[in-house]
């Protein structure tokens, strides 16, 4: 058990000033590596899409026909027998049965068979069957049950199945003149209604909207470049990203079913690959080659990029709940949302003339360390210690505290060597504002 003792007599002070410097490098210098945690991954093949039913089940793909499976939230990773070597275009999975993938067989030297190579399983992965469509590059798949789906790709083409793949029909496509470019993704709200999106760099972003379960489709275009993702906020508000080599990244949004869109250049350099919502607020896209994220906490109404962890380019992100996401990108790189340190940073910065956390002293530390914080108002402060994996493993202040300086000793002699974060909450009850900082800690024995 870690052992608390407080003492409110001052005997020593850090400068504020030098303080809050040191909190702003702190924060700017490491902001996505504090988000992210970098999994251990039985592969360095490159990874470009991934798929999670829940926090724990999910599958990654990418080159090589790659495709693998967790079952325990990413500690582990199981390699899934594919039998081909073409690159992981898109991964579908329905639930813990059924899936899809479309790999892309390129002509070689040594034949000149190109087109599609549709992968399917029906035991979750443990054996895939796959076939090649022939001389059609498809990018996208969704299905909608086990019988019923459609896939996407070059040229506008939109092809249907009610046999869970065995067959396909061409969909009933609106004729303009964006329904010859690519379809990059697919997104259904429910079973009726649904979007593909897609375009070509420098020319177009298209979105393809059916709302009789894909009898027809029309096609619109709404962007400079192409759309990659989107999001449902609910049936009216949507909001999709999109991106190009020069260009830069940009979003469209609807707010009235995807009747009419708006596009908003960002001005962010990278392809926005992917987006993914971890609250209302909070959403997260990452930009591919540029080594680059793209961070939004209003909602997608704008965005600031970060760098991903060591750089990496990554392609692909999802959240399965507000404190679990990953994603996926080259070099076998997966990441894992760390919730404690998210909240902190996000939190971090608010208000810090109300209420300021010290960096604990000594720190590194063996089994003792001093933590200091003091208010400038009257407030309920809340004062605590988590591990790195997120779990509380000390709660060191949790009652009203007085205008001052306050200092307190974390005994942690029951806890093993590792990174911890101290984590001060304060309300004041003269200016009502709600405060948050975070310090890092580091435990040695």
Request: net charge negative; aromatic share 16%.
């Given at each position: 058990?870690?052992?608390?003792?407080?003492?409110?007599?001052?005997?020593?002070?850090?400068?504020?000033?030098?303080?809050?410097?040191?909190?702003?490098?702190?924060?700017?210098?490491?902001?996505?590596?504090?988000?992210?945690?970098?999994?251990?991954?039985?592969?360095?093949?490159?990874?470009?899409?991934?798929?999670?039913?829940?926090?724990?089940?999910?599958?990654?793909?990418?080159?090589?026909?790659?495709?693998?499976?967790?079952?325990?939230?990413?500690?582990?990773?199981?390699?899934?027998?594919?039998?081909?070597?073409?690159?992981?275009?898109?991964?579908?999975?329905?639930?813990?049965?059924?899936?899809?993938?479309?790999?892309?067989?390129?002509?070689?030297?040594?034949?000149?068979?190109?087109?599609?190579?549709?992968?399917?399983?029906?035991?979750?992965?443990?054996?895939?069957?796959?076939?090649?469509?022939?001389?059609?590059?498809?990018?996208?798949?969704?299905?909608?049950?086990?019988?019923?789906?459609?896939?996407?790709?070059?040229?506008?083409?939109?092809?249907?199945?009610?046999?869970?793949?065995?067959?396909?029909?061409?969909?009933?496509?609106?004729?303009?003149?964006?329904?010859?470019?690519?379809?990059?993704?697919?997104?259904?709200?429910?079973?009726?209604?649904?979007?593909?999106?897609?375009?070509?760099?420098?020319?177009?972003?298209?979105?393809?909207?059916?709302?009789?379960?894909?009898?027809?489709?029309?096609?619109?275009?709404?962007?400079?470049?192409?759309?990659?993702?989107?999001?449902?906020?609910?049936?009216?508000?949507?909001?999709?990203?999109?991106?190009?080599?020069?260009?830069?990244?940009?979003?469209?949004?609807?707010f009235d079913g995807g009747v009419n869109w708006q596009y908003t250049y960002l001005g962010i350099f990278g392809e926005a690959n992917a987006i993914a919502f971890r609250t209302p607020a909070e959403a997260w896209s990452p930009l591919g080659f540029t080594g680059t994220l793209m961070f939004s906490q209003d909602s997608g109404q704008t965005w600031t990029d970060l760098y991903s962890p060591d750089s990496i380019p990554i392609y692909d992100v999802t959240f399965t709940d507000s404190t679990t996401g990953y994603m996926a990108g080259d070099y076998g790189t997966i990441l894992k949302y760390n919730p404690v340190t998210a909240v902190v940073e996000s939190e971090a910065g608010y208000h810090l003339e109300e209420a300021?956390?010290?960096?604990?002293?000594?720190?590194?530390?063996?089994?003792?360390?001093?933590?200091?914080?003091?208010?400038?108002?009257?407030?309920?402060?809340?004062?605590?210690?988590?591990?790195?994996?997120?779990?509380?493993?000390?709660?060191?202040?949790?009652?009203?505290?007085?205008?001052?300086?306050?200092?307190?000793?974390?005994?942690?002699?029951?806890?093993?060597?590792?990174?911890?974060?101290?984590?001060?909450?304060?309300?004041?009850?003269?200016?009502?504002?709600?405060?948050?900082?975070?310090?890092?800690?580091?435990?040695?024995?």
């Amino acid at each position: 058990m870690s052992k608390i003792t407080e003492n409110k007599p001052m005997q020593f002070r850090i400068s504020k000033s030098i303080f809050l410097s040191i909190s702003f490098l702190f924060i700017t210098g490491t902001y996505s590596q504090n988000y992210w945690n970098v999994l251990d991954s039985p592969t360095s093949k490159d990874l470009k899409k991934l798929y999670f039913l829940d926090n724990q089940s999910g599958w990654v793909a990418g080159d090589s026909g790659l495709i693998m499976k967790t079952s325990n939230g990413g500690q582990d990773w199981i390699l899934q027998m594919t039998n081909i070597d073409n690159n992981i275009e898109d991964i579908f999975i329905l639930n813990e049965d059924y899936g899809w993938a479309l790999g892309i067989q390129l002509p070689t030297k040594d034949t000149k068979q190109y087109g599609t190579v549709i992968l399917s399983t029906s035991n979750g992965g443990v054996s895939w069957n796959n076939y090649l469509y022939p001389h059609e590059y498809f990018l996208a798949t969704f299905f909608i049950d086990s019988l019923n789906g459609w896939i996407g790709g070059e040229y506008g083409k939109l092809m249907g199945t009610t046999d869970g793949g065995v067959s396909w029909f061409p969909a009933n496509v609106d004729s303009t003149i964006f329904s010859g470019f690519a379809i990059r993704n697919f997104k259904f709200f429910t079973p009726q209604y649904g979007y593909a999106v897609g375009g070509h760099i420098d020319i177009a972003g298209v979105i393809w909207r059916t709302d009789d379960g894909g009898q027809f489709w029309s096609v619109q275009g709404v962007a400079p470049e192409p759309i990659l993702d989107l999001h449902f906020v609910d049936s009216l508000s949507i909001i999709a990203v999109s991106g190009d080599l020069d260009f830069g990244s940009g979003k469209v949004t609807s707010f009235d079913g995807g009747v009419n869109w708006q596009y908003t250049y960002l001005g962010i350099f990278g392809e926005a690959n992917a987006i993914a919502f971890r609250t209302p607020a909070e959403a997260w896209s990452p930009l591919g080659f540029t080594g680059t994220l793209m961070f939004s906490q209003d909602s997608g109404q704008t965005w600031t990029d970060l760098y991903s962890p060591d750089s990496i380019p990554i392609y692909d992100v999802t959240f399965t709940d507000s404190t679990t996401g990953y994603m996926a990108g080259d070099y076998g790189t997966i990441l894992k949302y760390n919730p404690v340190t998210a909240v902190v940073e996000s939190e971090a910065g608010y208000h810090l003339e109300e209420a300021v956390l010290f960096p604990n002293y000594p720190n590194p530390f063996n089994a003792t360390t001093t933590v200091a914080y003091e208010l400038t108002n009257r407030a309920f402060v809340s004062l605590q210690i988590f591990d790195i994996r997120g779990s509380l493993v000390a709660s060191l202040v949790n009652c009203i505290r007085d205008i001052g300086y306050h200092r307190i000793e974390f005994n942690a002699s029951g806890l093993s060597s590792g990174i911890y974060f101290c984590r001060l909450k304060a309300v004041s009850f003269v200016s009502r504002n709600y405060v948050s900082n975070v310090s890092k800690m580091l435990l040695i024995k």
